[in-house]
């Protein structure tokens, strides 16, 4: 799965055009290079997907993911997350945290498989247009990633 660094002078429009794919409330190619000029901020991408995620001094946050719909369920949101937690713990980071909501069921499989854990709760915290607002998980892993099913080496 080949995933890389996004450069700074990348062109952001096929970006933007992955978030329309994924999410409702599409974050444009300004809105992203507006996050991207925060310092710590960084993106991990491929032609399918990309990942924005942000190190400041020993945390990092998950800022959006997304995989285009029809390569889902390949490993493409795994090795995004997994190569974000990698810079980021490079960078100094110990934990990792995210945001996502209540009934993604997708993403919330996805980060419990790599070991996040739920570390809180924001109450309605996603509107949703026609039916009362979802209420978003805060997830949270150490550095590196633990992911369910690996042992640890020992000894
Ligand atoms: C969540 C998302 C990024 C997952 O991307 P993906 O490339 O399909 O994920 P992967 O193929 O790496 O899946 C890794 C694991 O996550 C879990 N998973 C992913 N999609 C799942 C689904 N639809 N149902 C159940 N488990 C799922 C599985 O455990 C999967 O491992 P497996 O395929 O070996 O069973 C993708 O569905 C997406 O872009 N969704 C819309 C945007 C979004 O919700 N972003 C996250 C916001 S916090």
Not at 4 to 16: D, T, Y
Not at 43 to 69: C, Q
Not at 112 to 131: I, N, Q
């Amino acid at each position: 799965m080949s995933v890389r660094r996004l450069p700074l002078n990348a062109n952001l429009g096929p970006l933007a055009a992955l978030h329309a794919a994924c999410f409702a409330d599409a974050w444009d190619a300004r809105a992203l290079a507006d996050l991207l000029a925060i310092p710590g901020t960084f993106a991990i991408s491929s032609d399918d997907g990309f990942i924005l995620a942000r190190a400041t001094a020993d945390e990092a946050e998950i800022l959006t993911l997304a995989v285009t719909p029809t390569a889902r369920r390949h490993g493409l949101g795994r090795a995004l997350v997994t190569e974000a937690a990698s810079q980021a713990q490079q960078s100094g980071a110990a934990a990792m945290f995210l945001e996502v909501a209540l009934d993604n069921a997708a993403a919330r499989a996805l980060y419990t498989s790599l070991g996040f854990a739920e570390a809180g709760r924001r109450k309605g915290y996603y509107a949703r247009p026609g039916s009362s607002p979802e209420d978003a998980l805060i997830l949270r892993s150490n550095l590196p990633l633990s992911p369910l099913g690996k042992t640890t080496p020992s000894g």
